[in-house]
C-alpha cells in the first residue's frame, strides 16, 4: 500500500512560479513510476508529467501543455516526487493530483494504483 500527500498549492500570479511535492509512504516508492495529474473546474483530469522507475532521476514526460515550463523530478531517498511549475498561465488553475504506478505508460494512460487527494493551484491574471 502506499499513500501519496501532496503540498505546495496555493495562489500566484501569471507569470509566476510554484513547486508542488509529493510525498509517499512505504519502501517501495522507488520502484514506482510516479506522475502528475490535474483537473480544472468543469474539466475531465488530464495527465501532465510523469517519470519512470529509477534509482535516481527516471525518464520523464510531459503533457504539451507543460513542455517547457514544467519539470517533473524524484528523490527516492526522500521518497518524494516534485513538479516545478514557472510561468504559469490562469489556465493552468487546477487541483494537482500524484499518482503512483507499475509503470509510466500505465500512468500516463490513467492506469495508476495510487493516488493523492489533490492540492489546488490558482493562477490569477
Known amino acids: 500500500q502506499v499513500q501519496l500527500v501532496e503540498s505546495g498549492g496555493g495562489l500566484v500570479q501569471a507569470g509566476g512560479s510554484l513547486s508542488l511535492s509529493c510525498a509517499a509512504s512505504?519502501?517501495?516508492?522507488?520502484?514506482?513510476?510516479m506522475g502528475w495529474f490535474r483537473q480544472a473546474p468543469g474539466k475531465d483530469r488530464e495527465f501532465v508529467a510523469s517519470?519512470?522507475?529509477?534509482?535516481?532521476?527516471?525518464?520523464?514526460g510531459y503533457a504539451d501543455s507543460a513542455k517547457g515550463r514544467f519539470t517533473i523530478s524524484r528523490d527516492n531517498a526522500k521518497n518524494t516526487v516534485y513538479l516545478q511549475m514557472n510561468n504559469l498561465k490562469p489556465e493552468d488553475t487546477a487541483v494537482y493530483y500524484c499518482?503512483?504506478?507499475?509503470?509510466?505508460?500505465?500512468?500516463?494512460?490513467?492506469?495508476?494504483?495510487?493516488w493523492g487527494k489533490g492540492t489546488l493551484v490558482t493562477v490569477s491574471s
Open positions: 517519470i519512470s522507475i529509477g534509482w535516481t532521476s527516471g525518464s520523464p
Open positions: 499518482a503512483a504506478g507499475s509503470s509510466a505508460s500505465a500512468v500516463v494512460t490513467g492506469g495508476a494504483d495510487y
Open positions: 512505504g519502501r517501495t516508492f522507488s520502484s514506482k513510476a
